[in-house]
C-alpha cells in the first residue's frame, strides 16, 4: 500500500516534494505504528465486507476494523462472528490488502476468537481491546504474544481507553499501571486509542460540528495524561478520537475534521478513528508534513547539538529539545510524503475531488 497512490504521477509531482512511501502489514513496528492513518471501522455484521476489500472501491482505505462490540447488537453477537470467518476466508491469498483489525468486545470474547484469527493470521494485523483496564489488557497482550509464537506473523493490540474508572481522581496510577503492562509486551502494542464518543458520553456532551475535542474540558485534560503518560519520548503512537460528523468532503464537516486532526498533531496525537470513508481523505492529507518541517527535521537531525535557525529562518533549531519532534516528523514523511512548498491538504482533496491545486 502507499497513501494517496490513487493519484496520476503529474498529480503526484504538483503535490508532493517527497511522495508517501509503499508499506504492508510486515513493515517494522516503528513504521507501522504511524501508518493507520484513518482506521475505518465497519461492523462486523456486514455481509459485503470481503467485497469492499477486493473491489479496491475505496481508494482512500488504508486501514479497517470490523467491529464486534458497539456497532453489533447483543442479539448479533454470533451472526457477526460467523460473518467474519467467512469474509476473513474470502480474503485469504490476497495481497495488497489494508492493515485489518477485528475490534472485540472483551477479553473473553478474545479467547473464544483464538482459533478464528490463527487461521486468518496471514489477513489480520491485530485485535483492538476496548474499555482496556490493567487485568483484561495483560491477558489480551498474553494472548496475542501466543498468537505470534504461533502463527510466525506480527500480530498487534491497540487497547482503547474510554472507562468511566479511568477519569476518577488516581487516573494517573491507572494509566501508569496500564503502560506497566504495555511496557512488558512492547512489541505486541502497535497503537494507543482514546474513546472520545465513550467519555463525552459519561458527562452527557456532544460536540457541535464546530467543537473539537480539545473544547471539552475534562476529555482534553484525559487526552493530556494519555499523552503525558504514553507518549513521552514519541514511546508509542496516540491516536485521535473520532470525529462523528459525516459527509466531511466539503462545508463545515471538513472544516471541522481538518481542524481537530490538526489538533491531534499539535498534541502529540498521530491517526484517527474513521467512521465514513468520507473522512479518510482529509485525515491522511492533513498528516502529510510541510517541506520546511522535513527540512528542519533533517537538520535537526543531522546537527548532533547546538541551536540554529530554522529552514524558513522564522523559528529556532534547537538540536536536543526537538529531536524526538524531528525523528517523528521523518517518519511521517515517509508513510504520508512531503508538501511542495506551497501545497496543502485543501489541494490534494481538491484534485482527489477532479479539480486542480492552487496555484
Given at each position: 500500500?502507499?497513501?494517496?497512490?490513487?493519484?496520476?504521477?503529474?498529480?503526484?509531482?504538483?503535490?508532493?516534494?517527497?511522495?508517501?512511501?509503499p508499506?504492508?502489514?510486515?513493515?517494522?513496528?516503528?513504521?507501522?505504528r504511524?501508518?493507520l492513518?484513518?482506521?475505518?471501522?465497519?461492523?462486523?455484521?456486514?455481509?459485503?465486507?470481503?467485497?469492499?476489500?477486493?473491489?479496491?472501491?475505496?481508494?482512500?482505505?488504508?486501514?479497517?476494523?470490523?467491529?464486534?462490540e458497539?456497532?453489533?447488537?447483543?442479539?448479533?453477537?454470533?451472526?457477526?462472528?460467523?460473518?467474519?470467518?467467512?469474509?476473513?476466508?474470502?480474503?485469504?491469498?490476497?495481497?495488497?490488502?489494508p492493515?485489518?483489525?477485528?475490534?472485540?468486545?472483551?477479553?473473553?470474547?478474545?479467547e473464544?476468537?483464538?482459533?478464528?484469527?490463527l487461521?486468518?493470521?496471514?489477513?489480520?494485523?491485530?485485535?483492538?481491546?476496548?474499555?482496556?483496564?490493567?487485568?483484561?489488557?495483560r491477558?489480551?497482550?498474553?494472548?496475542?504474544?501466543?498468537?505470534?509464537?504461533?502463527?510466525?506473523?506480527?500480530?498487534?493490540?491497540?487497547?482503547?481507553?474510554?472507562?468511566?474508572?479511568?477519569?476518577?481522581?488516581?487516573r494517573?496510577?491507572?494509566?501508569?499501571?496500564?503502560?506497566?503492562?504495555?511496557?512488558?509486551?512492547?512489541?505486541?502494542?502497535?497503537?494507543?486509542?482514546?474513546?472520545?464518543?465513550?467519555?463525552?458520553?459519561?458527562?452527557?456532551?456532544?460536540?457541535?460540528?464546530d467543537?473539537?475535542?480539545?473544547?471539552v474540558?475534562?476529555?482534553?485534560?484525559?487526552?493530556?495524561?494519555?499523552?503525558?503518560?504514553?507518549?513521552l519520548?514519541?514511546?508509542?503512537?496516540?491516536?485521535?478520537?473520532?470525529?462523528?460528523?459525516?459527509?466531511?468532503?466539503?462545508?463545515?464537516?471538513?472544516?471541522?475534521?481538518?481542524?481537530?486532526?490538526?489538533?491531534?498533531?499539535?498534541?502529540?496525537?498521530c491517526?484517527?478513528?474513521?467512521?465514513h470513508?468520507s473522512?479518510?481523505?482529509?485525515?491522511?492529507?492533513?498528516h502529510?508534513?510541510?517541506l520546511?518541517?522535513?527540512?528542519?527535521?533533517?537538520?535537526i537531525?543531522?546537527?548532533?547539538?547546538?541551536?540554529?535557525?530554522?529552514?524558513?529562518?522564522?523559528?529556532?533549531?534547537?538540536?536536543?529539545?526537538?529531536?524526538?519532534?524531528?525523528?517523528?516528523?521523518?517518519?511521517?514523511?515517509?508513510?504520508y510524503?512531503?508538501?511542495?512548498?506551497?501545497?496543502?491538504?485543501?489541494?490534494?482533496?481538491?484534485m482527489?475531488?477532479?479539480?486542480?491545486?492552487?496555484a
Amino acid at each position: 500500500m502507499r497513501y494517496f497512490d490513487f493519484l496520476e504521477p503529474s498529480a503526484r509531482q504538483t503535490l508532493f516534494s517527497r511522495p508517501p512511501e509503499p508499506f504492508d502489514r510486515s513493515a517494522d513496528q516503528d513504521l507501522l505504528r504511524g501508518a493507520l492513518g484513518g482506521l475505518l471501522y465497519i461492523p462486523g455484521t456486514r455481509e459485503d465486507l470481503a467485497s469492499i476489500l477486493l473491489s479496491r472501491k475505496l481508494r482512500d482505505l488504508t486501514a479497517m476494523a470490523v467491529c464486534l462490540e458497539d456497532a453489533v447488537g447483543d442479539r448479533d453477537v454470533a451472526r457477526a462472528e460467523e460473518n467474519l470467518h467467512r469474509q476473513l476466508s474470502r480474503l485469504e491469498g490476497e495481497e495488497s490488502l489494508p492493515l485489518l483489525f477485528v475490534r472485540v468486545r472483551d477479553a473473553a470474547m478474545l479467547e473464544r476468537l483464538v482459533p478464528l484469527l490463527l487461521k486468518h493470521c496471514q489477513v489480520l494485523t491485530g485485535v483492538i481491546l476496548p474499555k482496556a483496564e490493567p487485568k483484561t489488557l495483560r491477558q489480551t497482550l498474553l494472548i496475542a504474544n501466543d498468537l505470534c509464537r504461533q502463527s510466525g506473523c506480527p500480530f498487534y493490540i491497540m487497547p482503547i481507553l474510554e472507562s468511566a474508572g479511568l477519569m476518577a481522581p488516581d487516573r494517573l496510577d491507572q494509566l501508569s499501571a496500564l503502560r506497566e503492562c504495555t511496557d512488558a509486551f512492547y512489541s505486541q502494542v502497535l497503537n494507543i486509542r482514546i474513546g472520545g464518543t465513550d467519555l463525552c458520553g459519561l458527562y452527557g456532551v456532544r460536540r457541535s460540528v464546530d467543537t473539537p475535542i480539545y473544547q471539552v474540558a475534562a476529555v482534553a485534560g484525559f487526552i493530556g495524561d494519555v499523552v503525558r503518560i504514553f507518549g513521552l519520548e514519541d514511546r508509542y503512537t496516540i491516536s485521535g478520537p473520532v470525529w462523528e460528523y459525516y459527509r466531511a468532503s466539503r462545508g463545515a464537516e471538513l472544516e471541522g475534521l481538518l481542524r481537530e486532526t490538526a489538533l491531534d498533531l499539535q498534541n502529540g496525537l498521530c491517526g484517527k478513528t474513521c467512521i465514513h470513508p468520507s473522512q479518510l481523505l482529509p485525515v491522511q492529507a492533513q498528516h502529510v508534513v510541510s517541506l520546511e518541517s522535513w527540512q528542519d527535521a533533517c537538520a535537526i537531525v543531522e546537527a548532533g547539538g547546538g541551536v540554529q535557525a530554522g529552514t524558513g529562518k522564522n523559528r529556532m533549531n534547537e538540536a536536543r529539545p526537538h529531536l524526538v519532534w524531528a525523528r517523528r516528523t521523518l517518519r511521517l514523511a515517509r508513510i504520508y510524503g512531503v508538501w511542495q512548498g506551497d501545497k496543502g491538504p485543501r489541494d490534494l482533496i481538491a484534485m482527489a475531488d477532479g479539480g486542480e491545486a492552487s496555484a
